[in-house]
């Protein structure tokens, strides 16, 4: 870290601010210029307020060198996480997570998800608790979905993916082998901490109106309770556009690699909010880098109690998984 300091501060002026930055333990030096000074910090600076160092009044400028989530862009970490054997990270093959929104029966849940594995998907993705815009929307069944996506991994033998919404809940997730923390809870700190504590894969959506470093920040708060099972999740981010639930952010992908190991999948049923749109983004950020999809699938979306139309039909999932296997081989990687 940078502090660019006004020239000819006397050392009792400057003084309080050298004593905040002992409290902190830092390294630092002090280099004198011809039209400012600078005061180098270096060090643990995660408990360093910018905030408070700038109200100095002599400090014209806090400059950033190393970004807050250290342990996010610590490139030394593995860039993959194994989950049940199946690993999940850039150079590893492309994971698919498919089955419907919503559980809403025994019955509905087996069928869907003994066709999405059929088809290929290495998940199965599933809400038994849903967070909704409505208050009278479907909120999901809550204690008992849970219940019967337990009995249908077992069946299937197939791990699976699900959304907790709440603390209180948090008992109930002991065999969800991936515990997805949704956009509208991205920023709820204590949920974060608290399922760290788990120790198991947490698949972190980034919010829908949440900067690149503010998903990060979230994320830290994951590793930084002792669990590095992060998988990131770009399901896109609200825009002017009212043709499309969402606009999905391609250039996250790449940028997400550059700035850290985890894993980043995308989530193109929430991205574009129809089912005629979810092949093409697809495969589209397949070829942009991404580790995987998490997507939708509904036998019966007019039926369905939440988010029917951006379901896509496993026929239509079909399909997908077969393009998706050209272009992945296209950019020298493979399928699960």
């Avoid at 060090?43 to 002599?58: H, M, R, Y």
């Amino acid at each position: 870290m940078l502090i660019i300091i006004k020239k000819e501060i006397n050392e009792n002026e400057l003084q309080p601010l050298l004593n905040e930055v002992k409290t902190h333990d830092l390294k630092y030096a002090y280099l004198n210029g011809e039209e400012y000074d600078i005061l180098r910090l270096e060090g643990n600076l995660t408990k360093v307020d910018e905030k408070k160092i700038s109200a100095f009044d002599f400090v014209l400028q806090v400059i950033k060198i190393s970004p807050s989530y250290q342990k996010v862009s610590n490139k030394d970490e593995q860039s993959f996480i194994n989950v049940n054997g199946i690993k999940i990270g850039r150079n590893e093959s492309i994971v698919v997570m498919a089955g419907p929104c919503s559980i809403e029966n025994y019955d509905q849940l087996k069928r869907i998800g003994t066709q999405v594995k059929h088809f290929g998907a290495a998940f199965l993705r599933a809400g038994a608790y849903k967070p909704r815009t409505s208050p009278y929307s479907f909120q999901g069944l809550k204690s008992e979905g849970i219940s019967i996506l337990k009995r249908v991994k077992e069946e299937l033998k197939m791990p699976v993916v699900s959304e907790i919404t709440s603390i209180l809940a948090i008992d109930e997730f002991k065999d969800v082998d991936i515990i997805q923390i949704g956009a509208r809870n991205m920023q709820n700190y204590k949920l974060l901490k608290a399922v760290a504590k788990l120790n198991k894969p947490i698949l972190l959506k980034r919010g829908f109106a949440s900067t690149v470093e503010e998903w990060l920040m979230s994320a830290e708060y994951i590793i930084k309770e002792g669990n590095n099972q992060v998988i990131l999740c770009e399901r896109g981010v609200r825009s002017f556009e009212p043709l499309t639930r969402f606009s999905l952010d391609f250039s996250v992908i790449p940028l997400i690699k550059k700035l850290s190991n985890l894993p980043i999948i995308v989530d193109p049923s929430h991205a574009s909010g129809h089912f005629e749109l979810v092949e093409s983004l697809s495969l589209a950020v397949i070829a942009a880098g991404a580790d995987g999809l998490i997507i939708e699938v509904h036998d019966k979306p007019f039926e369905a109690l939440s988010d029917g139309i951006q379901s896509i039909k496993p026929d239509r999932f079909a399909s997908l998984m077969e393009k998706a296997k050209k272009v992945a081989h296209a950019i020298g990687r493979d399928m699960f």
